[in-house]
């Protein structure tokens, strides 16, 4: 199960962290993200962060956000700086872990709000 928090109301330009907490045992094997998804939009990526450290970025917000992790946690976060009214969306955490190669788990989190205005 996965847990989101940090959500909020932001000016334009300002800051927020959103963080996503998973109970219970994570196979170690896994890739740890965000997604998110506007009114009338499809959900998209945001940010991954593989259990190895590589991180995936989409092109909108290269250089603006940063994903972690905390393993010892089983938490991992999104720190989004200078944020645009175009960032408002839900945002949706995501956990892929693989038992081994041809077993794969896919999680999602309840989705937390973010509004940016403008």
């Known amino acids: 199960q996965l847990q989101a928090f940090g959500g909020g109301l932001v000016q334009a330009g300002g800051s927020l962290r959103v963080s996503c907490a998973a109970s219970g045992s994570i196979f170690s094997i896994n890739v740890m993200g965000w997604y998110r998804q506007a009114p009338g939009k499809e959900r998209e990526l945001v940010a991954t962060?593989?259990?190895?450290?590589?991180?995936n970025y989409a092109d909108s917000v290269k250089g603006r956000f940063a994903i972690s992790r905390d393993n010892a946690k089983k938490t991992w976060y999104l720190q989004m700086n200078s944020l645009k009214p175009e960032d408002t969306a839900v945002y949706y955490c995501?956990?892929?872990?693989?038992?081994?190669?041809?077993?794969?788990?896919?999680?999602w989190g309840q989705g937390t709000q973010v509004t940016v205005s403008s």
């Open positions: 995501n956990l892929v872990a693989w038992e081994r190669p041809a077993v794969r788990y896919d999680y």
């Open positions: 962060i593989a259990s190895g450290g590589s991180t």
